[in-house]
T-cell receptor, first 116, second 115 residues
Framework: AQKVTQAQTEISVVEKEDVTLDCVYETRDTTYYLFWYKQPPSGELVFLIRRNSFDEQNEISGRYSWNFQKSTSSFNFTITASQVVDSAVYFCALSEVNTGFQKLVFGTGTRLLVSP | DTAVSQTPKYLVTQMGNDKSIKCEQNLGHDTMYWYKQDSKKFLKIMFSYNNKELIINETVPNRFSPKSPDKAHLNLHINSLELGDSAVYFC??????????????FGPGTRLTVL
């Protein structure tokens, strides 16, 4: 069965610090997709990134960057120069194709608290 | 314009009642989903519909009955509500072509509290 582990339950940092959120996954599929979602205190789930298993290039979007390493089955997320508005629960997820259609398997989330 | 919308945002009800949550997407997607987020923030899929047909049913109690009148709508009806049904329910949608992995976009969630 597919599984996503986010070992860090909660991380607290002070504004402007860099922080890395870890994500380790397990899958038997050779083709799969990984996602990160953000859930701010207001409760909605916001899509951040999608990465397929064939693309191991790191990706940077503003202060956000993602490091995908197939050799260690990890898809880590780094926020550079964190801000209070980054405070949220972050979820890593893995796609699982069931009878031809996709479902997401989520990790348990990492709560990030950024204090001023 | 809201891409995936849900109503109501909050729902407080007594045990044993029947309630419905509505979901609509204006993204033109073919596939819609219901997820449940428990008190520990764990997210798990419940159902998925593609073009109004049920394609995923994750052993959810049959008190939960999804209904998709058209591919832009997926409603969730819950009979005989129990305390354990208290959670946040998220609707999502994706393009949903076969054997592809599309990004799922989520609605704002409905917080259900059963007293």
């Amino acid at each position: 069965a597919q599984k996503v582990t986010q070992a860090q339950t909660e991380i607290s940092v002070v504004e402007k610090e860099d922080v890395t959120l870890d994500c380790v996954y397990e899958t038997r599929d050779t083709t799969y997709y990984l996602f990160w979602y953000k859930q701010p205190p207001s409760g909605e789930l916001v899509f951040l990134i999608r990465r397929n298993s064939f693309d191991e290039q790191n990706e940077i979007s503003g202060r956000y960057s993602w490091n995908f390493q197939k050799s260690t089955s990890s898809f880590n997320f780094t926020i550079t120069a964190s801000q209070v508005v980054d405070s949220a629960v972050y979820f890593c997820a893995l796609s699982e194709v069931n009878t031809g259609f996709q479902k997401l398997v989520f990790g348990t989330g990492t709560r990030l608290l950024v204090s001023p | 314009d809201t891409a995936v919308s849900q109503t109501p945002k909050y729902l407080v009800t007594q045990m044993g009642n029947d309630k419905s949550i509505k979901c609509e997407q204006n993204l033109g997607h073919d596939t819609m989903y219901w997820y449940k987020q428990d008190s520990k923030k764990f997210l798990k899929i419940m159902f998925s519909y593609n073009n109004k047909e049920l394609i995923i049913n994750e052993t959810v109690p049959n008190r939960f009955s999804p209904k998709s009148p058209d591919k832009a709508h997926l409603n969730l009806h819950i009979n005989s509500l129990e305390l354990g049904d208290s959670a946040v329910y998220f609707c999502a949608s994706s393009q949903g072509t076969t054997f592809s992995t599309d990004t799922q976009y989520f609605g704002p969630g409905t917080r259900l509290t059963v007293l």
